[in-house]
Nanobody, 123 residues
Framework: QVQLVESGGGLVQAGGSLRLSCATS????????MGWFRQAPGKEREFVAA????????YFADSVKGRFTISRDNANNTVYLQMNSLKPGDTAVYYC????????????????WGKGSLVTVSS
């Protein structure tokens, strides 16, 4: 069983930044594409960002493009989500995910989910 442990969430003011980390275990980290989803209060879970095995290619939801950056450190089995220029609308539980085959840009393409880390952005 693959384990994903998110950290780095918390409370931040609008315009501020946070970096989420996802530590992985159970399988060879560099083998799989990774990503992040989020679920805001009362809303559907949605795709945020994804990164290829090597970290050379990334993909972002339009809502976060230009503000968020996804990266990975295969030597330390960790994937990151750098969130800048945060808005109140970014408030959500953020989930680290492992792609099943390709980039995990839809829930159907996700093999494993983390338990989530809460990010709250105040106005």
């Amino acid at each position: 069983q693959v384990q994903l442990v998110e950290s780095g969430g918390g409370l931040v003011q609008a315009g501020g930044s946070l970096r989420l980390s996802c530590a992985t275990s159970g399988r060879t980290f560099s083998t799989y594409p990774m990503g992040w989803f989020r679920q805001a209060p009362g809303k559907e879970r949605e795709f945020v960002a994804a990164v290829t095995r090597s970290g050379s290619t990334t993909y972002f939801a339009d809502s976060v493009k230009g503000r968020f950056t996804i990266s990975r450190d295969n030597a330390n089995n960790t994937v990151y989500l750098q969130m800048n220029s945060l808005k109140p609308g970014d408030t959500a539980v953020y989930y680290c995910v492992v792609g099943e085959t390709g980039l995990p840009v839809t829930a159907r393409g996700v093999d494993y989910w983390g338990k989530g880390s809460l990010v709250t952005v105040s106005s």
